[in-house]
């Protein structure tokens, strides 16, 4: 609103609507608070995407407090439709919701694999207690250390349970768990 109070005083450039469209810029142009003169590519994207005719009546129809948000709005669709002309913000969103289906889905399997990590210490904790328990004249005589008792389980003893996880890397939503 700076650039609105110093144009009264006749002082400033003309905004970049005004210059690309090499016209006057009036004292009261629809165009001047959201498209200053320092930014003319902001405009000139706006106006090759949506037309200035169009622009001008879109911002005439809204209430003064809602046109700096639909000008925000026309100048992100702008620069997305000059990025890419098919698509737009549409491309944009697509590609985004595309990296957080995938992030959800290696999020899930990082999970899935603290659990399968969980449940293969929990078996061999158990198994370990049961083979190797400290009796009571072995915890006075040698006091082990709390990692003792997460030994690995000895090579002819078998885990209460073990269970493994298969990847589908084709479909990374279809993980499944299986006994082993």
């Known amino acids: 609103m700076m650039k609105e109070s110093s144009r009264k005083q006749g002082a400033a450039s003309p ?9 006057r810029c009036a004292h009261d142009c629809v165009f001047a608070p959201y ?24 911002l005439q129809e809204l209430a003064v407090e809602q046109r700096g948000d639909a000008v925000s709005s026309m100048v992100y669709e702008a620069n ?15 590609s985004l919701q595309q990296q957080i289906d995938m992030l959800q889905t290696q999020l899930a399997i990082a999970q899935a694999e603290v659990v399968h990590l969980k449940v ?3 078996a061999s904790f158990s198994t370990a207690t049961i083979h190797h328990p400290i ?3 072995d915890s006075a005589a040698a006091s082990p250390s709390p990692s003792s008792n997460f ?4 090579s002819h003893t078998k885990p209460f349970f073990e269970m493994d996880m298969a ?11 299986y006994p082993t």
């Open 15 to 23: 905004c970049a609507a005004c210059k690309l469209l090499r016209r």
């Open 35 to 58: 498209f200053p003169a320092d930014e003319p590519q902001k405009f000139a994207n706006v106006h090759r995407v949506f037309g200035a005719s169009n622009v001008n009546k879109m």
């Open 80 to 94: 997305a439709r000059v990025r890419d002309p098919v698509y737009g913000c549409v491309g944009a969103i697509s």
């Open 120 to 122: 293969r210490q929990a």
């Open 135 to 137: 009796s009571p004249s």
């Open 151 to 154: 030994m690995p389980p000895s």
């Open 167 to 177: 990847v589908d890397h084709d479909n990374l939503a279809e993980s499944v768990w």
